[in-house]
């Protein structure tokens, strides 16, 4: 009993350690990043060729997630509004929640299982590969060369990706509303124009995804960085990068949203 | 300036506690192509890589070009480096590369030549190897003796001072053997360079080098010239050139008696 207790708390301490230590060394290795931000402008080229890869290829499940949220909002929205009579208001509905909430969550919630798995497993390989080791001997930063890029590519990446969510949104959300259940499209669109903010909602939102942006790819890239060099320890790696970065979402936009709302 | 590129101190290095190198010394003459053979395990590939600086001793140092490597900032690290290529015993080539950009890499790193010179470049070290026509292949679709041709290629593509091979010999059938042999003596010879051999192949290794070094259990426990070696009546030396399993050199990892292990699985 107190010989189970006792393990109960050592590795109780031990992940607690752990996890604090894993902390550390990504802020180290977030500094790192920053100590190289200007070996990047000095070849855009690297930066362009990962925003290819984290950005461009991301384009086609965002913007088919986004029609599908997009139209299940207009219905849901339109199925409550019309029992207030305002159903009008539908392009309203549909144009805040995604601005504010929907497209800088769920993008980065894609974005994480689409960009970030795969950013982990190609450093994490690279790593276990002795890639890196290998630039190193050669002079060349790891960080400078394979982890900075990338980072900016995903910082980079994320408000575009989220505000195309967005944009695709509010069309599925017009496909449903305006042609199918019939509301009047002028309407539609004029009470959005009047109601969403250009301060409130675009730029919080635009805020917000950035956050995550910094978040979702530290975390992908810290994790592949870190991976023990097997098989098991990038598979492993790969995991924690969709768990870590979705909970690191969902709990940041509680937070940014009662800091928004509140001031 | 001293006559030694390389010069390791009374070095010591353990990962996790169990000391690996137990006070090494060696030097490395500037010109010279020397070899560090050892069984497996006995820590060849850690030892390049203390001389790289990507791991730092417990006790004594590594001096390059008179300057102590693990003592270094992070840029005179990287400065010591540049002076150095070497050959990764797996070859760990940039595999989202094709192999003329893998050997091209450092060249592109390191210096602002136009693409025609890089393309010179890189073609006169491809066809060192012999792997000219593969330039346009990427990694995966090489074998693995010529992805350790590349890799060497790509090692030495800045002509560096100092030459690391790490088992430059492994996986490559007869013939290139010979090749790679001749590639090493000559890279050596024609850029004025130094480089280290570690490898277990005696034979093929005794016919170009200039020195070897034996290491085990932690120490040098032999060196000299390839004749005065071949010569030698040490025991350990005896055991290696002629490859018998029985003698000092251990052909096991540190365990605990083999007998008594056995036996005691049997009464779990
Ligand atoms: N990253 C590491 N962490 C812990 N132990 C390691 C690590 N790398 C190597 N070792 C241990 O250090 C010892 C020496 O390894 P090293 O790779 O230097 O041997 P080697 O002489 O190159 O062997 P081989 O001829 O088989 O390549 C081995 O016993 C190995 O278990
Ligand atoms: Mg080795």
């Given at each position: 009993m107190f010989k189970g207790l006792q393990g109960a708390l050592s590795s109780l301490g031990h992940r607690v350690i752990e996890g604090i230590w894993r902390i550390g060394a990504g802020a180290r290795l977030f500094s790192y990043i920053c100590f190289y931000l200007p070996e990047i402008f000095k070849r855009p080229r690297l930066i362009v060729r990962e925003i290819f890869s984290t950005g461009v290829l991301s384009l086609l499940i965002i913007i088919v997630s986004a029609f599908f949220v997009g139209m299940v909002l207009g219905l849901q929205g339109y199925n409550t509004l019309q029992k207030y009579g305002s159903s009008e208001s539908i392009g309203v509905l549909v144009a805040l929640s995604l601005v504010r909430e929907l497209g800088p969550v769920v993008t980065a919630l894609l974005f994480a299982g689409r960009a970030g798995t795969a950013i982990t497993a190609e450093i994490g390989l690279m790593k276990a590969t002795e890639q890196l080791s290998a630039m190193e001997m050669m002079a060349v930063s790891p960080v400078a060369r394979v982890i900075a890029p990338r980072f900016w590519a995903g910082v980079i990446s994320m408000p575009i990706l989220a505000a195309l969510f967005s944009m695709v949104g509010v069309l599925g959300g017009y496909f449903v509303a305006v042609p199918i259940v019939g509301v009047d499209s002028g309407a539609f669109w004029s009470q959005m124009q009047a109601s969403v903010d250009f301060r409130d909602d675009i730029v919080n939102g635009v805020m917000k995804s950035l956050v995550f942006g910094v978040v979702c790819t530290m975390i992908a890239l810290f994790e592949g960085y870190d991976a023990p060099p097997t098989a098991e320890g990038v598979s492993r790696a790969t995991t924690r990068t969709v768990v870590n970065s979705s909970l690191a979402v969902l709990g940041l936009d509680f937070i940014l949203t009662a800091l928004m709302i509140g001031a | 300036m001293s006559d030694n590129i390389v010069e390791i101190d009374n070095l010591s290095f353990g990962y996790k506690g169990r000391l690996l190198h137990k006070g090494i010394n060696m030097v490395f003459p500037r010109g010279k192509v020397v070899a560090i053979m050892g069984g497996s395990g006995s820590g060849k590939t850690t030892l390049l890589r203390l001389i790289g600086g990507q791991l730092n001793p417990n006790v004594g140092e590594v001096r390059v070009d008179g300057d102590v490597v693990h003592k270094q900032s992070l840029d005179g690290l990287y400065q010591l480096r540049r002076k150095m290529g070497m050959l990764f015993q797996f070859g760990a080539l940039f595999t989202d590369l094709s192999v003329y950009e893998n050997v091209a890499f450092p060249i592109r790193e390191h210096t602002d030549l136009p693409e025609s010179m890089v393309r010179d470049f890189v073609m006169l070290k491809l066809n060192a190897v012999g792997l000219r026509g593969a330039?346009?292949?990427?990694?995966?679709?090489?074998?693995g003796g010529m992805a350790r041709r590349v890799a060497l290629a790509r090692a030495v593509a800045l002509d560096p001072q100092i030459i690391m091979y790490d088992?430059?010999?492994?996986?490559?059938?007869p013939i290139s053997m010979g090749v790679v042999c001749n590639l090493i003596r000559s890279l050596n010879d024609a850029l004025g360079a130094t480089s280290i051999v570690v490898t277990h192949d005696v034979h093929e290794t005794f016919t170009f080098v200039d020195y070897v070094y034996f290491v085990s259990g932690g120490v040098v426990v032999a060196e000299g010239t390839p004749e005065e070696l071949t010569n030698s009546d040490k025991p350990f030396v005896h055991q290696f050139v002629h490859g018998e399993?029985?003698?000092?050199?251990?052909?096991?990892?540190?365990?605990?008696?083999y007998k008594r292990e056995v036996l005691r699985g049997h009464d779990v």
């Amino acid at each position: 009993m107190f010989k189970g207790l006792q393990g109960a708390l050592s590795s109780l301490g031990h992940r607690v350690i752990e996890g604090i230590w894993r902390i550390g060394a990504g802020a180290r290795l977030f500094s790192y990043i920053c100590f190289y931000l200007p070996e990047i402008f000095k070849r855009p080229r690297l930066i362009v060729r990962e925003i290819f890869s984290t950005g461009v290829l991301s384009l086609l499940i965002i913007i088919v997630s986004a029609f599908f949220v997009g139209m299940v909002l207009g219905l849901q929205g339109y199925n409550t509004l019309q029992k207030y009579g305002s159903s009008e208001s539908i392009g309203v509905l549909v144009a805040l929640s995604l601005v504010r909430e929907l497209g800088p969550v769920v993008t980065a919630l894609l974005f994480a299982g689409r960009a970030g798995t795969a950013i982990t497993a190609e450093i994490g390989l690279m790593k276990a590969t002795e890639q890196l080791s290998a630039m190193e001997m050669m002079a060349v930063s790891p960080v400078a060369r394979v982890i900075a890029p990338r980072f900016w590519a995903g910082v980079i990446s994320m408000p575009i990706l989220a505000a195309l969510f967005s944009m695709v949104g509010v069309l599925g959300g017009y496909f449903v509303a305006v042609p199918i259940v019939g509301v009047d499209s002028g309407a539609f669109w004029s009470q959005m124009q009047a109601s969403v903010d250009f301060r409130d909602d675009i730029v919080n939102g635009v805020m917000k995804s950035l956050v995550f942006g910094v978040v979702c790819t530290m975390i992908a890239l810290f994790e592949g960085y870190d991976a023990p060099p097997t098989a098991e320890g990038v598979s492993r790696a790969t995991t924690r990068t969709v768990v870590n970065s979705s909970l690191a979402v969902l709990g940041l936009d509680f937070i940014l949203t009662a800091l928004m709302i509140g001031a | 300036m001293s006559d030694n590129i390389v010069e390791i101190d009374n070095l010591s290095f353990g990962y996790k506690g169990r000391l690996l190198h137990k006070g090494i010394n060696m030097v490395f003459p500037r010109g010279k192509v020397v070899a560090i053979m050892g069984g497996s395990g006995s820590g060849k590939t850690t030892l390049l890589r203390l001389i790289g600086g990507q791991l730092n001793p417990n006790v004594g140092e590594v001096r390059v070009d008179g300057d102590v490597v693990h003592k270094q900032s992070l840029d005179g690290l990287y400065q010591l480096r540049r002076k150095m290529g070497m050959l990764f015993q797996f070859g760990a080539l940039f595999t989202d590369l094709s192999v003329y950009e893998n050997v091209a890499f450092p060249i592109r790193e390191h210096t602002d030549l136009p693409e025609s010179m890089v393309r010179d470049f890189v073609m006169l070290k491809l066809n060192a190897v012999g792997l000219r026509g593969a330039r346009n292949l990427m990694p995966t679709e090489l074998s693995g003796g010529m992805a350790r041709r590349v890799a060497l290629a790509r090692a030495v593509a800045l002509d560096p001072q100092i030459i690391m091979y790490d088992e430059p010999f492994a996986g490559l059938d007869p013939i290139s053997m010979g090749v790679v042999c001749n590639l090493i003596r000559s890279l050596n010879d024609a850029l004025g360079a130094t480089s280290i051999v570690v490898t277990h192949d005696v034979h093929e290794t005794f016919t170009f080098v200039d020195y070897v070094y034996f290491v085990s259990g932690g120490v040098v426990v032999a060196e000299g010239t390839p004749e005065e070696l071949t010569n030698s009546d040490k025991p350990f030396v005896h055991q290696f050139v002629h490859g018998e399993a029985d003698g000092p050199v251990p052909f096991h990892y540190p365990a605990p008696d083999y007998k008594r292990e056995v036996l005691r699985g049997h009464d779990v």
